[in-house]
Each structure stands twice: as C-alpha cells, then as structure tokens.
C-alpha cells in the first residue's frame, strides 16, 4: 500500500513508485516518467523472494535493457543478464510460462497506473490504445492457459490460408492455368475434354494401321519441341536486331565531330560556334550517362540471348534423341499432337480449378475447426470470470443483489464489458477492478497495480468492500490511495494494516520534493 494525504495532494510520488515497481517487474513505462525526467539517471534496486530464498537485482533507467545481479547491499557481482532472459526468470518462478505468452504480456495489462495506456474503465481487456480486440482476447486466452487447445487449429488455419495465397499468385502470373474461374466453365471443359477424346480415337480409326502409341508420342513430342523451338529462335533473332542497334550507338556516338562543326562553318560563316559548343557541352554530359546505359542494355540483351541460346541447344539436342525413324505420318502426328496438346491444356485448367476449390474449402474448414474451438475455451473463461466478478460483487455488498460486472465474449475479436441497468463511473470503476481481481484469482499473473485515480468515483461502501477483498487476496496486491479518513473505521484500518509508505507534501514526497511547486 502507497498511502498519499488526507488532502489528495497530486505530484508526491503515487504513481511514480507503482511505476517504479512495474519497471521492477520488467516494465518501461517508468523511463521518461516525471521521475526519470527530474532526478535524472539512477539505479532501480530490488529484491525477489522466492521458496525462502532472496535474489537481488538492479536495473538503471540509462541502461533499462539490461538488469544486474547484486549482493544483498546491491552492490553489482558483475553477473548481468538482458530484460528478456530476466523476465523469462520471472515467469518460470511464477508458472506462469504458457504457450504464447510472456511475463511481460501478462502482467503489463493488469498494472493500471497513470501514464500507461490501460485505464480505459470500459474496456479492461485492452493493453494500449493501438491493440485490436483480437490482440485482447488471445492474451486473455493465453493468460488462462488456454492457447495450446487452439494452436494446432490455428496453425492449420493460416498452413491453409498460406497455400491458398501462393496458389491464387501463381495463376494470377499464369505460372498455373488460371482460365477457369466457376464451376461453368469447368463442365464446359469437361464437355470439351470428352469430344476431344472422341476425335483422338476417330482420327487414329481413320489410319490403315494401328501406330505403336510410343512413336507417335515420340513424334508429337518432336514437333512440340520443333515448334518451341521456333518460337525461341525468333526471340533469340530479335534480340540480336536490338543489340545491334545498341551496338551502333555505343560505336558512332551521339555528338557531332570538329570535322562536322567546321563543315557547318564553312556552309553557315556567320554562326555561334560557341553557342554550339556550350550546347553540345551539355549534351556531352548527357551523352556519357546515356552511353552508360547503352552499356548496360547491351549487357542485359547480351545476357538474354545466351540463356535463351542454352534452351534452343538444349530443345536441338532433345529433339536429336528423339528422331526416330518412324513410318507415322506426318500429317497424322501433328493433329494428334494438336488434339492431346489441347486435351492437356483444358485438363491443367480444370485440375487448377478443382485445386484452388479443395484449398478453399479446407481453408474455410480449418477456420470453422478454429473458431468453435476459440468459442467453447470462450464460453468457458467468460463464465468463470462473471461467475467470480459476481461472487466478489456480493462480499462488496454484503448480500444485497447488486448488478455486478459482465464480460460478453461474443467472438475472438468482438466482446463487451459493462454493469447491466448502471452506467455510471463510479461502477464501471469498480468493475474494471472486480475484473483484475477476478483473474488475479482464476489464473497465475502473480501482480495487480491500482493507481488511486481508481478509487476516486466510487462510492464509499464499495471502497469498504474493494478493501476488505485486497485484504483477503493471496497474491501481490500494490495500490496507491489517499483521503483514506474520508472512509470508515474498517477501511482505515485495513489500510493502516498494509501501509508500506506513505506520502506527503512539504519534504515528505517520494523524491524529497513535489514538481508542480515552483523552486
């Protein structure tokens, strides 16, 4: 308990110190606070019992990165670890290392101190003000325990959202057949595939012998790859048409010659040569970046026709191995390779069609899969809160039926949080600290910090009962408060039972002295 003045009075250190004390458990919030900025660099020195055993520590607010290990007068021993393995110390020692969660996750939401971002009465879950409710409702999930249940739905989800995305961009740049888009145009295919079919084997009926399947695969190959090749030569001879064109640049040049400005002088006596001369200056400048990208195009076509060079050997060389001598017509195995060529294409059509549908439709399943997984782990953390909240709400008011807080977690990304039938401050107050006291005691987050701006709406009867609840917790409570003779004899005494420091104007300020007075 941080105990402030009868009179509220603001800037003696209050929220400073749960700052400090969340900076103890790994927070950042403290650097650049009012603290950090007035007293300048200091050392932050603590102490962790765990099992009957202290661990000392230290961590300096010019260095937050790193926290060191000290003895018992905090003298550093020259160990050092960084914040991260720290924290990851922490969690071990209060179980609390779950699947997908960080101490720092876990913790950081239930320290609700001015000048941090999680104050918002009506929306407990919410770490900072950019966090989605998505983000919110898996830390809880994760806070609970809960996540593993969900991971493997989860991971089979985005393994399928993922193949789908590589698949839908591979026909998107046609590096698949990407022509069917409905299930229409996949029977008209299918339609098309079967004809196909039936002119395949009545043009091999039409024959006056039956060709060994083999040599007209062969042959139908041989023109596939004659006739790719074609295609390659002819991009291999345009290419070569351009670079020569580069070639001729790079080797006439862009400027005119002395012999061709003499020339002009001589046909026009009276011209400006030095008019000339300052114009083609500057197009020598421009000539030199121009000739370097000739250079450069010429080294790309250059690079291009050698590649595409390698394919055409490489079609030569196949087709070489290939030729055969067979007695297949010629004519016979053309259209063959047209009909099957075209019976490939439409198939390849179809098989990226029916490809893309079974993708989606294991995407669609692995999410439903997902979220009635989410939604049962939901149902159950939104009972055991509410149940606990409600409970909680009853020794507030010793037995009179009061509204107590509700947390609605409708999906995984959409939920509420409010007292039905009562809106006003002071209750929603209340219920974001029923809320932290509820999880401080359904799950392992070891810590809750309550700023007194909390406390400053609610009605007194309340406050008898919010004390009287910290009072019974097993856990770490730290809670700043003040005009603390505005309260009954039970809360001051509670209060007088758990104070640890207490705050005050006139010297008696966490630091020697309050900022808001001029020096």
């Known amino acids: 308990m941080i105990l402030g003045d009868e009179s509220g009075e603001n800037s003696i250190g209050k929220s400073s110190l749960l700052l400090a004390l969340d900076f103890v458990f790994g927070g950042n919030t403290y650097i650049g606070s009012e603290a950090d900025k007035h007293i300048g660099t200091h050392d932050v020195c603590f102490t962790f019992r765990f099992n009957g055993v202290d661990y000392h520590f230290l961590r300096n607010t010019n260095n937050p990165k790193k926290v060191y290990i000290t003895d018992s007068r905090w003298n550093r021993t020259g160990d050092v670890w960084e914040c991260g393995d720290f924290t990851h110390w922490l969690s071990a020692k209060y179980n609390i290392d779950f699947l997908g969660l960080t101490f720092r996750t876990a913790v950081s939401l239930y320290s609700r101190i001015y000048g941090k971002q999680n104050l918002d ?33 989860s991971k089979e989800f985005e393994k399928f959202r993922q193949e789908l995305s590589v698949f839908n961009n591979a026909r998107k740049y046609e590096f698949i057949a990407s022509d069917v888009k409905n299930k229409t145009r996949y029977e008209a295919n299918r339609i098309e595939i079967g004809r196909l079919e039936e002119k395949l084997l009545s043009l091999q009926n039409s024959q006056p012998r039956e060709y060994d399947k083999y040599e007209v695969d062969v042959k139908s190959k041989v023109i596939d790859l004659k006739n790719q090749k074609t295609i390659l030569d002819n991009q291999i001879s345009n290419l070569y048409r351009k670079k020569r064109l580069v070639d001729l640049s790079l080797s006439y040049g862009l400027l005119p010659r002395v012999s061709d400005l003499n020339a002009l002088q001589e046909f026009f006596p009276n011209v400006n040569l030095r008019k000339i001369y300052e114009v083609e200056n500057y197009h ?5 970046i121009l000739q370097e990208n000739f250079k450069q195009d010429q080294e790309s076509i250059q690079e291009q026709i050698t590649a595409l060079e390698e394919i055409s050997r490489k079609f030569a060389s196949q087709i070489n191995e290939l030729g055969l001598h067979s007695d297949v017509p010629l004519e016979f195995a053309q259209a063959y390779n047209e009909i ?41 953390i939104q009972n055991s809160a509410n149940m606990k909240m409600s409970e909680f709400n009853r020794q507030i008011f010793q037995g009179e039926r009061r509204n107590s807080p509700e947390l609605n977690l409708r999906t995984s990304s959409n ?25 401080l005691e359904l799950t392992n987050i070891p810590i809750i910090m309550h700023d007194s701006l909390l406390f400053k709406n609610i009605s007194d009867e309340a406050i008898q009962g919010i004390m009287e609840l910290y009072s019974k917790a097993k856990k770490q409570i730290f809670i700043a408060f003040d005009k603390q003779n505005s309260y009954g004899e039970e809360v001051h005494r509670i209060l007088h039972d758990n104070t640890v420091i207490q705050l005050a104007g006139n010297g008696e300020e966490l630091y020697g002295e309050a900022w808001n007075r001029k020096r």
């Open 415 to 439: 939920y509420t949080f409010y007292t039905p039938e009562d809106n006003g401050t002071g209750t929603n107050y209340k219920g974001l600290i029923l809320y932290d006291l509820a999880i």
């Open 284 to 288: 020598q400048k421009l000539s030199k």
């Open 340 to 380: 099957t060529s075209r019976i490939k294409s439409l198939q390849a059509q179809n098989d990226a069609y029916a490809k893309a549908r079974e993708l989606k439709d294991k995407k669609k399943q692995s999410l439903t899969n997902l979220n009635d997984a989410v939604t049962s782990i939901l149902n159950r």
């Open 121 to 153: 009465e009506h929306d407990p879950l919410k770490g900072h003000s950019a966090e989605t409710k998505r983000d919110s409702v898996f830390r809880l999930i994760k806070t609970f325990d809960e996540f593993s249940k969900i991971d493997m739905y």
